[in-house]
């Protein structure tokens, strides 16, 4: 199967799952585009990598906090998939979305997302920003990207920045010639190639030996391995992109400019270092925090996805 009718099963699939399982009304959040008025709840929604079980503690802690601040429910879901998520504040279904750097610009141009806010080590937007990191299981005879030709291979979701754009950008320049395409189809330089949802479904899976090699966004690597749920000496990176921007948390542009404000505010208010620390990867050493993401700040990202996928 190429990789656009996979992407397309995967893609379409996701959005059932996720309009199924998430049990949200649209009526709530409707409300909150009528100019002038209150709404009853916001919805907050993650991606898959932040969605997991083992965090639900930190993400609930910080609803809870942003409810108390802004004087509204905060009610959470989580998407099936990366594209689930857009399609969750198109349709009015989350008002408040953790994204992913391509996720939001394809929010922006598609649902009406305004990037908020984004973590920077030390308030420090100079020092934002993560790495997409190709790792294999620790004593493979894999040691660079070339060298994963013909073996199996696992990008994290089509959407992903860290997971699909950036790591098949580097392979794009390191093989000129060879298409996105060519990356994604069984037998072109893969032996196999899939999707594993989230990073850390190809974290593990490298680390079982069910994969030869797979990428992964840095901080959430750092978090996996300061949670303790793997270990530092089990992989191996072979390789490592330049800096991407950090992930925004966006808002739908047409709830109240009042409410946008006191959502912003608190979170350019909230230090809590355990959400830091395995929600998003940054130390307690680093005194991390949220500062202000301005939609020029994907601009990058945009050229990427032009690199990627040329219109």
């Known amino acids: 199967m190429n990789s656009a009718k996979k992407a397309g099963l995967i893609l379409s699939a996701g959005i059932l799952v996720f309009v199924l399982l998430t049990g949200c009304s649209q009526r709530g959040t409707e409300s909150a585009g009528a100019s002038g008025v209150v709404p009853e709840e916001l919805v907050m929604c993650y991606l898959p990598n932040e969605a997991s079980e083992e965090l639900a503690e930190y993400r609930g802690l910080l609803q809870d906090a942003m409810g108390k601040a802004v004087g509204i429910k905060i009610t959470e879901i989580n998407a099936a998939d990366y594209n689930a998520v857009v399609e969750a504040m198109r349709t009015k279904h989350a008002d408040i979305v953790?994204?992913?750097?391509?996720?939001?610009?394809?929010?922006?141009?598609?649902?009406?997302?305004?990037?908020?806010?984004?973590?920077?080590p030390f308030g420090d937007k100079s020092r934002s920003g993560y790495t997409s990191k190709v790792i294999v299981k620790a004593g493979s005879s894999i040691k660079t990207l070339a060298d994963l030709k013909d073996k199996s291979f696992a990008f994290v979701d089509p959407a992903s920045t860290s997971g699909n754009y950036v790591p098949t950008l580097?392979?794009?320049?390191?093989?000129?010639?060879?298409?996105n395409e060519d990356f994604h189809t069984n037998g072109k330089f893969f032996a196999s190639v899939?999707?594993?949802?989230?990073?850390?479904?190809g974290l593990q899976a490298v680390v079982n030996g069910d994969i030869d090699g797979a990428p992964i966004a840095s901080d959430i690597l750092d978090a996996e391995i300061a949670a303790g749920r793997v270990k530092a000496e089990d992989f191996v990176v072979i390789h490592e992109?330049?800096?991407i921007p950090s992930s925004p948390i966006a808002i739908r542009s047409d709830i109240p400019e009042d409410i946008k404000a006191k959502v912003k505010e608190f979170l350019l208010s909230y230090k809590d270092p355990a959400y830091f620390q395995y929600m998003l990867g940054l130390a307690p050493e680093q005194q991390p925090e949220f500062v202000e993401a301005l939609d020029s700040d994907y601009d990058y990202v945009r050229d990427l996805m032009n690199k990627v996928m040329p219109q």
């Open 98 to 120: 953790y994204f992913g750097p391509v996720s939001y610009v394809q929010a922006a141009e598609r649902s009406g997302a305004e990037a908020m806010v984004t973590p920077a």
């Open 241 to 243: 992109s330049p800096r």
């Open 194 to 201: 899939t999707f594993s949802g989230k990073h850390q479904n």
């Open 170 to 179: 580097e392979l794009m320049n390191l093989f000129p010639g060879m298409t």
